[in-house]
């Protein structure tokens, strides 16, 4: 079995195993979840201070030694112990991607790992929802925050600020800015939907969010209207559904526009035209 973490050398044969610094980077470039089925492979254990629980492994794409899944006699031993090679997976998926080399094949392995990176890098620094925050109701109600968060300019990822261009433009935004973060539900205005409440990510001023959340905002009871003159702009999104928010717009080929609303600020809406 090809299993970094329980390595069981045969007699008499090499394996071109992983160091230690290539298994442990190989886990954090899939930011410690398994490629294939997303499982959170590391954390805290319970027996001390100090435990720390690993059911991950840096598997092997192509196998260390003869005979072994997916070997490959035409690469070098360095290219075998490469990172490269390598794909962190959880226990299970390690056992199967290795019994059954017809149904995980070399190129798929590399594509499931290369996509699982590439997701798990869009999301660094993106705050996470916890799922059981969905209830949302369909009509009317107040607009009601689920979370807030605090947020440099200069760390958000590529994608998300060329999102926002056109707001830190208008706000006169710089990498040095922060931004208050406030993910609400909130009833959409201004088109046929007017009424529903969707997710909307509000953009604020960070020292009237820091005044709120210290207690000084008592009266803002987080269902009131957030201060106009302290939004910077909003989108119709929560930050961890950006991605799957990108997709349907291309999907669905509705269009988006930042418009100006009546209250000075920029918000993205999808145009009316196309409502
Ligand atoms: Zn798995």
Redesign the pocket.
């Given at each position: 079995m090809e299993r970094q973490l329980h390595r069981t050398p045969r007699a008499g044969g090499r394996r071109d195993d992983f160091d230690q610094k290539t298994a442990v980077n190989v886990a954090k470039r899939s930011a410690f979840q398994?490629a294939?089925?997303s499982?959170v492979t590391v954390g805290a254990g319970t027996a001390s201070p100090n435990a720390v629980i690993n059911i991950g492994v840096a598997a092997h794409i192509a196998a260390a030694s003869p005979g072994g899944p997916r070997y490959n006699p035409l690469m070098t031993p360095k290219q075998r112990s490469h990172i490269s090679n390598a794909i962190w997976?959880?226990q299970?998926?390690a056992k199967w991607v290795d019994d059954d080399v017809v149904e995980w094949p070399t190129a798929k392995l590399h594509e499931i790992k290369h996509n699982h990176e590439r997701s798990m890098r869009l999301k660094i620094g993106i705050p996470a929802r916890p799922s059981s925050s969905r209830p949302r109701p369909k009509r009317g109600g107040k607009p009601t925050v689920r979370e807030y968060a605090f947020v440099d300019v200069r760390s958000l990822i590529p994608a998300y600020k060329a999102m926002l261009a056109p707001m830190l433009h208008d706000q006169k935004l710089g990498e040095e800015s922060e931004l208050g973060i406030l993910m609400i539900d909130a009833p959409v205005v201004g088109s046929r939907n007017a009424g529903v409440l969707l997710p909307w990510t509000v953009f604020v001023k960070p020292i009237w969010l820091r005044w709120v959340v210290q207690g000084h905002g008592a009266g803002f009871g987080l269902q009131s209207e957030v201060p106009p003159d302290q939004i910077y702009g909003q989108i119709p999104v929560w930050p961890d559904e950006f991605f799957e928010f990108l997709g349907a717009i291309v999907e669905s080929g509705k269009k988006f526009e930042w418009q100006r609303s009546p209250k000075g600020y920029l918000a993205l809406q999808q145009s009316q035209s196309h409502a």
């Open positions: 398994c294939v089925c499982a997976l959880c299970n998926h």
